[in-house]
């Protein structure tokens, strides 16, 4: 599918606690070809800022109407949960490639932001997420995947709701009782590692998807290569951001305790 600049709007920004939120988006035919894995490039509003922001698409509302999981992590975050509905903002999407059609049980493992793309497995039968946050007050994203029908296991690092511990802790328990034909993962790249690194030793097939500070979203910049098993260079926006995760992390023992 090819990506379309798109005259966008703000509809909703829903506050989520800890700078966390939902943010709905409207234009013609915006969601057209989003799935899940996609991104979109999204211009920060009210000027000022050369380059767009990346957000994953969590979910497609209707035809015009798509969501976003909005973290305040600087500037341009900033600025785009504290605009208003009807503020106006271009949007390039949808980009990037797209998690495999999940076949049999799937577990979602999503840390912080990594959360966004399962939006659009929330509803599909066997699909399983363990979201990983740092404490409950950083665990809206849980939360929103839970009102569209997604099955959520929260794990956080302090105990203050769910699991004790990482999301990687929380895995590996649940693998002394049971076990799914395949993972998925979004989030920090050491709980990836960590989790490609479970995957690979109960033998579960695995994809995840990278995340990379991004220019320009369509091959251009070059801003966003990373490192791929064999040592060559994956431009994530052009090829990516989903990836077999053996394709991406050389063979690693698990680490206990690694990633959130
Ligand atoms: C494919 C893709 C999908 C993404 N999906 C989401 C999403 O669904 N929800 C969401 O909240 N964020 C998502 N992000 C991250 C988001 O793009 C950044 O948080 C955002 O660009 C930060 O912009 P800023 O101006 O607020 O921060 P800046 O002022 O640019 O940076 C603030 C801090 O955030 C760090 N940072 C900025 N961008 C990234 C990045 N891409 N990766 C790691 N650290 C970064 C910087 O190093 C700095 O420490 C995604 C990124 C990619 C590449
Ligand atoms: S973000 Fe520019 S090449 Fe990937």
Not at 61 to 88: T, Y
Not at 184 to 193: A, D, I, L
Request: charged letters at 20%; glycine letters at 14%.
């Amino acid at each position: 599918m090819k990506a379309r600049r798109i005259s966008s709007r703000i509809v909703e920004i829903r506050p989520l606690g800890d700078g966390l939120a939902r943010v709905d988006l409207e234009g013609p035919d915006l969601a057209r070809g989003a799935a899940c894995g996609c991104f979109a490039m999204v211009e920060v509003p009210g000027g000022g800022y050369v380059l767009p922001r990346p957000y994953s698409l969590f979910l497609t509302v209707n035809e015009h109407r798509v969501a976003l999981l909005v973290k305040n992590m600087g500037r341009g975050s900033a600025a785009l949960l504290a605009s208003q509905p009807g503020d106006e903002l271009a949007v390039l999407s949808p980009l990037g490639n797209e998690f495999p059609d999940p076949v049999g049980s799937c577990w979602a493992i999503a840390g912080g932001v990594g959360a966004a793309p399962f939006g659009y497995l929330a509803a599909r039968e066997g699909v399983e997420i363990i979201f990983g946050a740092q404490d409950a007050g950083q665990s809206g994203f849980a939360g929103a995947l839970e009102d569209v029908g997604a099955s959520v296991e929260l794990a956080t690092l302090d105990g203050s709701a769910g699991f004790k511990g990482t999301v990687v802790d929380c895995l590996l328990a649940r693998l002394e009782n049971d076990q799914p034909d395949m993972i998925f993962s979004c989030g920090p790249t050491g709980m990836m590692q960590a989790v490609a690194a479970v995957a690979r030793e109960h033998g579960i097939a695995c994809h995840v998807s990278l995340e990379a500070r991004m220019g320009c979203g369509w091959g251009v910049c070059r801003g966003c290569v990373h490192r791929d098993a064999s040592g060559g260079w994956r431009c994530i926006c052009e090829d990516g951001p989903v990836y077999a995760a053996a394709d991406i992390f050389a063979a690693v023992e698990t680490v206990k305790g690694a990633g959130s």
